[in-house]
């Protein structure tokens, strides 16, 4: 165990002292590695296929005897067409703008003492997965655009899928002059994860992807703060004002567009002023789409034949096509029932009134909070982010769908010509301009 | 414990509820109610002095009896000089523009499709602090103003202090209409810090004020992210085309303008080039401060009489008038120590080259690098912002001298007009404008 630990933390400090090479390379350089990085999975393919050949056979055998999901296995397989989609991912991170070296604000602080705040990479990332070899390009890829070396640790079942998709990378990328040797690092199949998740001295910052309940042991088993989101409870509540036939469409849209995304919605509100006529027919376009619908007492004397929600309903993720529905007496009983139940995700209302959904937009807790659209519009493509590192129902840093500006942070340089503080204090002190240049 | 740990619960669900609607309070309300704060921090200055006179005797007897510092007492004495620093740290929060509701991007994501990101309060900020009972209505403002409930949690020495001044704030915030009850909590005396530490469903941010060694404790027991930094490791690199009169000028200032800052220099570092002749002065110039010099050997056989540093100086933070001096071989051999033993906080080059200050703004990796100038401008105050919540070494979130920004996070709104997700999907997909809006 003394032995493994120390072989991690070398494969951590020389993503550390990569991460510091990395930070200062140029976009044209950054481009030129992602583009071979792509070109390189083309040309490894039939390596790539018949590692991940081996996995599954040995994935279908612990399926049979109980020991992996079906739902797993089915992730971990790879074919050509996910090769190819693996590729184009990775070109199209080389054409987003560098998120590094962005002036985010200058200020003169008195003459020739200039304050720039620049934006920089934050170091580290650790990427934790379970199955889905196709994290490795995707993460791997945006690490390297926005300047960060990357760790990564994936499940056992994909390790031989893993490795040769990590080793084609590495080698594509630094054969570019500037990438450093040691920017991503591949933390070997057997090890705990919670080896990774004690390495605060190491890792700045952790992705983890896979289930709910892979994400919920991340975050409670580390100090390293975790961008992404356990739960994605969203909600479509219709007030009175609202346009029924948009109203409907939304809900379906937002219950089975994609059920088991995390912006799917899990529970409908309806204002019991319209409840009357409305969700009778709303709970009938819900069957017709095949929705196991779930209702509160008033709805289910309004709607014939919906199954009883139980209280844990208004808690429930269901990822699957079942919603609960209830009747709210006013907005602010839909707007508390939200910020109590829901996960701070995402939250949409229905209104034709300006000041229901001003007074929804200022109460609602989440990160994203829509008006006659659909919850699920809440992705970092649709918000034309150009890629997507996850969603995050933090409250620091990050929050909502976050693309590359999630792994930067800023520093702040000073340019001085001889200023000392001595000067700017007592009774003669020199007195600061603060002049705001950017 | 059951009983306490419940109180405790209730505070915090409080604040958590009075968040939601501080939330949404007007900046002319805000500011009418921190001109009422400080108010009544002068209108109940006996009252205050009264209650600081009593933790103050008892402080005394802690001290006779060894169970509290000197230092501490020191920090816990309030005076009506102090209070009228308290009010007018309020009054100058008060003008600060609002943090809360700025329009940070607009993107139209196609027709009757816009997002807007918008700033907003993070929610619950818990303060952590030892003595210094004016961290109340410093960290009371600053909350307030940025639209977040606040949980107080002094030290039980100053127990009688904080209680006054936080039913003064209190009483007078919420006179002003729309300032809900419950947005500032008092954790009261005896309770473990731990306790407050472990409430992560109801803080959102921590907030510590005290040593660092306080500042490392809770660092180290929470999972709650905390806005600061426990060392302050700083340096100051005398490049070889320094000028040297601004070079000693800078080192000086750096380290002794106020030796007990976080932003004060603890080890100064010389190119070899210039060192045979520079370092003695230099030497001799920190000496005429009263200042002790630990050099390496290099140092020692240039400069006659200093104490030799040992390994453990290179990573002290000596907070006093001491200083550790090193010869290095070249810029890079500058940067290197640097990274590995500062505190990723304030290091300041002195050059008269572009080329070396930007290797060295490039390469160091700390929150604030310099050149030219200083190590003490790293402030909040200094960098124009008005108000300092903290310095923070963190590599997510807020990083350097952190004002009201971090405070606040942000949340998309997006207001479509009966948009759903399925219309952007498949062969006959609709396609996403994304154009900028701001």
Redesign the interface.
Known sequence: MAGTDNELKKKAAAARAAA?EL??LKDSRKRVALKAMAAALRTNADAILKANAADVADARRAVASGKLSQAMLKRLMVDNVKIEGMAEGVESVAKLPDPVGRAISE?E?DDG?I?EQVSCP??VIGAVFESRPDVVPQISALCLKSGNAVILKGGSEAARTNRVLKDTLCAAAEAVPGVPAGWAQLIETRREVKSVLAMDEYI??LVPRGSNEFVRYIQ?NT?I?VLGHADGVCHVYIDKGA?WN?AT??A??SKT??PAACNAAETILVHKDIAAVFLPQLARALADHNVEVRGCAASRRLAKGLKAAKPSDWDAEYLDLIVSLKVVDSIEAAVEHI?KHGSKHTDSIVTGSNKA?EFF???V??????????T???DGF???KGAEIGISTN???A???VGLEGLV??????????????D??GPHAKK?K?R?LR
Chains 1, 2 share one sequence.
């Open positions: 510091l930070a200062n200020i602080m003492l304050l934050i170091g700045d910052l409670d100090r703060p346009d948009l469409a939304i379906i849209d567009q994609y910020n959904s937009f200022k109460n807790d989440s990160a994203c909070v829509f008006l006659n659209a659909s699920r519009f809440s649709r918000f034309g409250k620091t840093h929050r909502g769908p942070i800023y520093k702040y340089l000073l340019r001085g010509s001889g200023q000392i503080v001595d700017y204090m600061f603060h705001k």
